[in-house]
């Protein structure tokens, strides 16, 4: 049984830097991808950043170079490393994991943490 929980997010001036923490238990880390996608209210969700199990990372266009996705094996860890926020920024962010032939569209979801750049 796969269970997500997201922490980590709050409100922070533009340029500033936040990290977002998801605890991914449940899961097999051979052949799952995790990442981190969020949401506007009126617009569809956007993948942010994703890890494969082989600890491939990819990112969106508009986040490449400030935002740094990792994780901690030993802690059941997901982290998202973000720098140089941008109102643009702010959105719901959801930590996801599923199979990795099941992306962009994962199965398993957090319930999101609130991430407010002004």
């Known amino acids: 049984h796969v269970q997500l929980v997201e922490s980590g997010g709050g409100s922070v001036q533009a340029g500033g830097s936040l990290r977002l923490s998801c605890v991914a238990t449940g899961y097999p880390y051979n052949g799952y991808c995790v990442g981190w996608f969020r949401q506007v209210p009126g617009k569809e969700r956007e993948g942010v950043a994703a890890?494969?199990?082989?600890?491939?990372?990819s990112y969106a266009d508009s986040v490449k170079g400030r935002f740094t996705i990792s994780r901690d094996n030993a802690k059941n860890t997901l982290y998202l490393h973000m720098n140089s926020l941008k109102p643009e920024d702010t959105a719901m962010y959801y930590c996801a994991a599923d199979r990795c032939d099941t992306w962009p569209y994962p199965g398993y979801w957090g319930q999101g943490t609130q991430v407010t750049v002004s």
């Open positions: 890890l494969d199990s082989d600890r491939s990372a």
